[in-house]
């Protein structure tokens, strides 16, 4: 079946490092590719998302390419901030009838002034 | 406007007790799902429906799961009998469409603790 992996965690850098996580997955056919957030004490959220091979998702400085040849959908950011402390989980949907989320086990990024 | 709402926010149980959570989606959207987050876990997808209708249960563990969706819009997920393995975070989240690149907005989920 469909599965996504992610980098292990936590992840610890200091602030205005550079953030790369990993994210690969598993799928028949062609899925949408998300990356969500879980901020401490808040729900989760969507931070950006992919829809076909070659797209790049943005948003608040983060990025990710949908690369259909290495089955990718790593997260990055230039210059972390403390307020970027959370969980990330990349997920995927496979544009099946359902629309359901298959999601990895969550990386957790801790970011040090 | 409101978001995804559940309750309880938490909700602490005996083994063998039966459970109700529920879900308020976003009004008009159609889909509503299930998701499960056990600790340092991700989420596992338990059931999907679109409107009142579930065409996908597959990932309720067991048949002490249930949910049900009334006027297109408010869901219960139901534990009957629970076990400890029942504990996690249960999540509910609302979609406008169909096709799996519209936007799953979730509540902030309901934590429950099988003692």
């Known amino acids: 079946g469909d599965s996504v992996t992610q980098m292990e965690g936590p992840v610890t850098l200091s602030e205005e490092a550079f953030l790369t996580i990993n994210c690969t997955y598993t799928?028949?056919?062609?899925?949408?590719l998300f990356w969500y957030v879980q901020y401490p004490g808040e729900g989760l959220q969507l931070l950006l998302k992919a829809t076909k091979a070659d797209d790049k998702g943005s948003n608040k400085g983060f990025e990710a390419t949908y690369r259909k040849e290495t089955t990718s959908f790593h997260l990055e950011k230039g210059s972390v901030q403390v307020s970027d402390s959370a969980v990330y989980f990349c997920a995927l949907s496979d544009r099946s009838n359902t629309g359901k989320l298959i999601f990895g086990q969550g990386t957790t990024l801790q970011v040090k002034p | 406007g409101a978001g995804v709402s559940q309750s309880p926010s938490n909700k602490v149980t005996e083994k063998g007790k039966d459970v109700e959570l529920r879900c308020d989606p976003i009004s008009g959207h159609t889909a509503l799902y299930w998701y499960r987050q056990r600790l340092g876990q991700g989420l596992e997808f338990l059931i999907y429906f679109q409107g009142n209708s579930a065409p996908d249960k597959s990932g309720l563990p067991s048949d002490r799961f249930s949910a049900e969706r009334t006027g297109e819009s408010v869901s219960t997920l139901t534990i009957q009998r629970t076990q400890q393995e029942d504990s996690a975070v249960y999540l509910c989240a609302s979609s406008s469409g169909l096709r799996g690149y519209n936007e799953q907005f979730f509540g902030p989920g309901t934590r429950l603790t099988v003692l």
């Open positions: 799928a028949t056919g062609y899925p949408s």
